[in-house]
């Protein structure tokens, strides 16, 4: 594994299990779904995801002064996330399937209505 390969399982190197990541990467989706952030927050995603290494290294480096406003078990979980491709998908995935359930349930209240 030479120096700028990325590990193929990079929860191998947390100490958050599969399970944690995954409820971690849901409660954001939701997060970013209810604040109306979903375009944006994809957007960002999709072109973290090519430099997922870099972004990873951003994040580590400027640890310490993202540690000061917010949770730092939070910032650890996402970091773990934008080390990893598949989780970088996952949690597009997820925020466009929350944006959905969204638009389906703001669709069934204004036929019940009328």
Do not use: C
């Not at 193929?8 to 990467?25: M, N, T």
């Not at 080390?83 to 969204?102: G, H, N, P, W, Y």
């Amino acid at each position: 594994m030479g120096m700028w390969t990325i590990p193929e399982k990079a929860e191998d190197h947390y100490k958050f299990s599969p399970e944690v990541l995954d409820e971690f990467i849901n409660s954001l989706a939701q997060v970013i779904v209810d604040r109306q952030m979903s375009a944006p927050a994809i957007m960002a995603l999709e072109m973290a995801k090519p430099i997922s290494l870099v972004s990873h290294s951003v994040l580590v480096i400027f640890g310490p002064l993202l540690d000061l406003l917010f949770d730092p078990v939070k910032m650890e979980k996402f970091q773990a996330v934008i080390a990893d491709r598949v989780r970088i998908e996952q949690l597009m995935t997820s925020i466009e399937d929350f944006e959905l359930k969204k638009k389906e349930t703001k669709e069934g209240v204004s036929s019940e209505q009328e």
